[in-house]
């Protein structure tokens, strides 16, 4: 059910914000050639347990398995939703870290360093009923010196996201922003990931609308003040279509085995336009 947000309900998101992007930021000095692709989870790990803020994506339900990891790192030809893996970064790989976490928490409520990230079922008492603050942002990281397809391909999805989010105005419609993402990203020769959609957020994770990155302008739901939602395009050098891993009901691949970017933004609708959540304090903000 699609819920319009109170100026609480906003506030609590903008505490749960204020954690996830300063990780995003310190991302930035940790992300290079040689690190081994595990330590950037052991990292937001840490940062949860010492912020006291829940990682909202370990437990969520899933085809074969529940997700059992604080961030989804897809590298390269991965979409969305890989998992965090012993692997050493490579000069010129595309990196893509995604993560949803809570608000900071009361200790008398819950001692998040107490708790057993490994322990999925244990952790999933806790992150599939929490409802408050929530924040969920995902970012693209060039790993060392990239080639000039891996440059192209940033620029042209994070235009993507902001293009997107400049339609995010009272009494346009769902269709003008996927229309805007999908015009700008097909006139210069990319794909756009149908399958994966950007979402309402608050008080849980994934909330009413669903949010296309392609559509028809004019068409779908009208937004209004009070909305939150994110906006996460998923670009491809080549086709729009996607493969899933069958082991795991996961990880998503291109399906030509091109490259793939992501950035992504949580944002409130308000009647003097989009107000953005998960800004790293460089981006437009609006």
């Not at 505490?15 to 310190?26: E, G, M, N, Q």
């Not at 991965?78 to 010129?92: D, S």
């Not at 409802?131 to 060039?142: E, H, L, P, Q």
């Not at 020769?189 to 994770?205: A, E, F, I, K, W």
């Amino acid at each position: 059910m699609m819920t319009l947000k109170s100026t609480r309900e906003i506030e609590a998101m903008e505490r749960a914000s204020k954690v996830l992007t300063s990780i995003h930021v310190a991302l930035r000095d940790l992300i290079k050639p040689g690190l081994d692709m595990w330590e950037i989870e052991e990292f937001v790990r840490r940062r949860c347990k010492e912020e006291n803020v829940l990682p909202l994506q370990i437990g969520v339900d899933g085809s074969v398995m529940d997700y059992p990891y604080a961030t989804c790192c897809g590298l390269n030809d991965e979409v969305a939703h890989a998992f965090p893996r012993h692997y050493m970064l490579q000069e010129g790989d595309l990196l893509k870290v995604d993560m949803v976490l809570s608000e900071p928490l009361d200790k008398s409520v819950v001692d998040v360093a107490k708790l057993d990230f490994d322990n999925v079922a244990q952790m999933k008492q806790y992150t599939q009923s929490y409802k408050g603050g929530v924040a969920d942002s995902c970012w693209a990281y060039a790993v060392g010196q990239v080639s000039e397809e891996v440059k192209d391909l940033m620029a042209v999805t994070r235009e993507c996201l902001y293009k997107g989010i400049e339609q995010a105005v009272v009494g346009n419609r769902l269709g003008d922003i996927g229309a805007a993402i999908q015009d700008y990203a097909e006139s210069r020769g990319y794909g756009v990931v149908r399958d994966l959609v950007g979402h309402g957020v608050g008080p849980t994770m994934h909330e009413e609308p669903m949010v296309p990155h392609y559509g028809v302008a004019g068409r779908g739901l009208r937004l209004r003040e009070g909305m939150v939602l994110t906006i996460e395009p998923m670009i491809n050098t080549g086709t729009w279509e996607i493969d899933t891993d069958l082991k795991t009901g996961w990880a998503h691949k291109t399906l030509d085995g091109g490259l793939s970017c992501q950035y992504e933004h949580q944002f409130v609708v308000t009647k003097d336009g989009p107000k953005i959540l998960t800004s790293q304090g460089e981006e437009r903000t609006y």
